[in-house]
């Protein structure tokens, strides 16, 4: 290896006890490859299992806590005890390279798919920003209705401690449910969960607070937990903006954490309408401030990149669509093969790949980040 990489191969241990290996996550990616019923497929196992071996912590897709809040298509579910076997399932396929593995849970909200009872914080009209950002009308959840689904996010940690996972992770950014929320543009209640700051912040501490309990009653070993968020709604006039993340970390903060992962796309933006140079990532690093450990992803491509925001003080680091390109990338790093490492996923190479029929689809309908190639 060249020594200049030795940073990302430190070891690094949680607050519940918890080693990682080294600083390299398996961001969480959904793969659009489950069986028709939801319960993980065989592609989607060897899938993980391809990429989980040389990485020092594994986060898999998002798996929806309730039925209405499936987010994608053939998206693995986890919202009632028949999906525990599904979910053992996945977990063993992430835990077999050695690394520990967090199930992410989530509900879509305002993205759930089409056809769907899709419910959110309030009323909403369906709205597509960017191709990326396409809403479904909804129905404002009623009080109980709210109190079930924070307990579904409980039911949901139950299962994962059941299957053998190390954590979940909360999944509060990319507009999703929780988001819809904690957001002044989507949240349009009057009620205890609408208005103020910290009626905003009820829900995502509240189901923090079940999670917790879960975690406390049912795991037998130690347990992760982690929240991810998204920094700003730069699209939206309204949205939540960077002064909004810090009050979300500075509540976060208080909640004694593994992690908060920041969702960054590219860990160069810089907040909107900003007049300082400091991006996203050195910002919300400077609000943390030690207090908790950061996770971040967004674009990172080759092994200085990931040095880069190491050296920016960013302790964990997450990839997401570089890792389905090269699934060995902590492999060719650790053995000095760095220069092997593509930005671009070729297509001769596919059936070396072992990417779900789902997710290749979706990559070809929409590349973004894909760089598809002969
Ligand atoms: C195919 C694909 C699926 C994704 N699914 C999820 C998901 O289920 N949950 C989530 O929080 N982020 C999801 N993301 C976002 C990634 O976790 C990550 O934040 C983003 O891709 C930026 O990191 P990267 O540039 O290293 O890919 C997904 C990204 C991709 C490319």
């Known amino acids: 290896m060249n020594q200049k990489y030795s940073r990302l191969f430190e070891s690094f241990t949680f607050r519940s ?23 993980i497929s065989d592609d989607e196992v060897k899938y993980y299992k391809h990429r989980v071996n040389g990485v020092g912590l594994v986060i ?12 994608f298509t053939n998206e693995f579910a986890g919202y009632n005890d028949e999906f525990t076997p599904s979910l053992r399932k996945l977990a063993e396929a992430a835990k077999s390279g050695g690394a520990p593995a967090i199930l992410q ?6 993205k759930a798919i089409p056809g769907l009872d899709a419910v959110s914080v309030s009323a909403l009209k369906a709205e597509n920003v960017n191709p990326f950002e396409i809403s479904v009308e909804t129905r404002e959840l009623a009080h109980e209705e709210i109190l079930s689904i924070i307990r579904a ?23 999703f449910l929780i988001q819809n929320f904690w957001s002044p543009s989507t949240n349009q209640r009057t009620d205890q969960w609408g208005g103020s700051l910290e009626n905003r912040l009820r829900f995502p501490l509240a189901i923090i607070e079940e999670v917790k309990n879960v975690i406390e009653k049912h795991a037998t070993k130690p347990f992760i937990l982690g929240y991810r968020f998204s920094p700003e709604e730069s699209s939206k006039v309204d949205g939540l903006r960077l002064k909004d993340t810090y009050e979300l970390i500075d509540n976060l903060v208080e909640q004694d954490l593994d992690y908060i992962h920041a969702s960054l796309f590219d860990m ?52 997401g669509h570089t890792l389905i390109m090269n699934p060995d990338w902590v492999e060719k790093v650790a053995n000095g093969r760095e220069a092997e490492i593509t930005s671009e996923l070729n297509v001769s190479k596919l059936d070396q790949l072992n990417i779900p029929e789902g997710l290749w689809n979706t990559i070809q309908a929409s590349p973004g980040w894909f760089n598809i190639g002969k």
């Open 17 to 39: 006890g918890i080693t990682m290996k080294n600083r390299i996550v398996m961001a969480p990616m959904t793969t659009y490859s489950s069986n028709d019923d939801l319960t």
């Open 268 to 319: 160069s933006i810089k907040p909107v309408n900003s007049q300082d140079e400091k991006t996203w990532l050195e910002l919300i690093l400077e609000r943390a401030n030690g207090k908790v450990p950061v996770m971040a992803a967004g674009s990172i491509i080759t092994p200085d990149d990931a040095l880069k925001t190491m050296e920016l003080g960013l302790p964990l680091v997450a990839i």
């Open 105 to 110: 849970i989530f509900h879509a909200g305002n």
């Open 153 to 175: 996010f409980g039911d949901t940690t139950r299962r994962a401690i059941e299957a053998g996972f190390d954590g979940v992770e909360i999944h509060g950014a990319h507009g």
């Open 60 to 71: 898999t897709g998002c798996t929806h806590v309730t039925p209405n809040g499936q987010g």
